[in-house]
């Protein structure tokens, strides 16, 4: 007989798979954002230089946005006290740190120190990230 699992448990369980769910429809809309967002600045030859960087930080402010609203409405949904901009602050620094902070020391570590693939060493960081990004949302960003 295997692990018994309690409600608590598998609320915690189908909250994660939620949040995955949510997080693999921001993966889509991140690209399309960025996509579109470097097509339009090249077509109207603006920031020619520095085009791909500020298509990602359209795409960065715009995709977490897009995860809040749906974390906010799908997954995390115990409406409390907590004002829903205070969350949405909360949610830009979680993914700040997260995704971009702690991707960033991660991919050095795998690519340049250990020596992984540079197309292999995003996906170990997704595997540290998304348990990383879901706590620090669940009992931080969308806690009351």
């Known amino acids: ?16 798979v939620k949040f995955g ?7 889509i809309v991140s690209v399309l954002i960025y996509d579109v ?3 339009l ?12 960087f500020v298509a990602q930080v359209v795409m ?18 115990d409406k409390g ?7 949405l602050i909360k949610t830009y620094i979680t993914y700040s740190f997260s995704g971009i902070a702690l ?3 991660l991919l050095y570590v795998w690519v340049d120190i250990i020596g992984i693939s540079p197309f292999i060493a995003p996906i170990i960081n997704s595997v540290i990230n998304v348990p990383i990004n ?4 669940k009992y931080w960003a969308f806690a009351d």
Do not use: E
């Open 41 to 52: 600045l090249r077509r109207f030859q603006l920031f020619p230089d520095y085009d791909y």
């Open 81 to 87: 006290k907590t004002s829903i901009w205070v969350k």
């Open 1 to 16: 007989m295997g692990p018994v699992i309690n409600n608590d448990q598998k609320k915690l369980l189908w909250q994660f």
């Open 134 to 137: 879901f706590l620090i949302n």
């Open 21 to 27: 769910i949510v997080g693999v429809s921001n993966t």
């Open 60 to 77: 960065f402010m715009l995709s977490i946005l897009w995860s809040f609203y749906w974390n906010n409405r799908f997954v995390f949904t």
């Open 37 to 39: 967002t470097l097509y």
């Open 103 to 105: 991707s960033s020391i």
